[in-house]
């Protein structure tokens, strides 16, 4: 089994910060790319940010200079550093992750329960 687990989420005014935390756990050979989603009320979940194994990482347009992407390979965390928050960035945060469960597994996706992250005008 597999489990991810987010944490970290809350209540902010605009223009506060938040860190989401996720961490994976189970049995894990190794993680590939890991990510973090959002799903705002009456809107289709869409992808923020993402970091590949090797640390590159990818921005949606409308976090960029405002959120970083970390991940802690030793630990099978990913992190979410969000600044400069906006109500826009209101919606349920859900960490992904792409996961090998053995040496000669197949890859696949693995999603959190999802963190609420509510900013305030």
């Known amino acids: 089994q597999v489990q991810l687990v987010e944490s970290g989420g809350g209540l902010v005014q605009g223009g506060g910060s938040l860190r989401l935390s996720c961490a994976a756990s189970?049995?894990?050979?190794?993680?590939?790319?890991m990510g973090w989603y959002r799903q705002a009320p009456g809107k289709q979940r869409e992808l923020v940010a993402s970091?590949?194994?090797?640390?590159?990482?990818y921005y949606e347009d409308s976090v960029k200079s405002r959120f970083t992407i970390s991940r802690d390979n030793a630990k099978n965390k990913v992190y979410l550093q969000m600044n400069s928050l906006k109500p826009g960035d209101t919606g349920v945060y859900y960490c992904?992750?792409?996961?090998?469960?053995?040496?000669?597994?197949?890859?696949?996706?693995?999603w959190g329960q999802g963190t609420q992250v509510t900013v305030s005008s």
């Open positions: 189970g049995s894990i050979f190794s993680i590939n790319g």
């Open positions: 992904s992750a792409n996961i090998r469960r053995t040496e000669m597994g197949v890859p696949l996706v693995y």
């Open positions: 970091i590949n194994s090797g640390g590159s990482t």
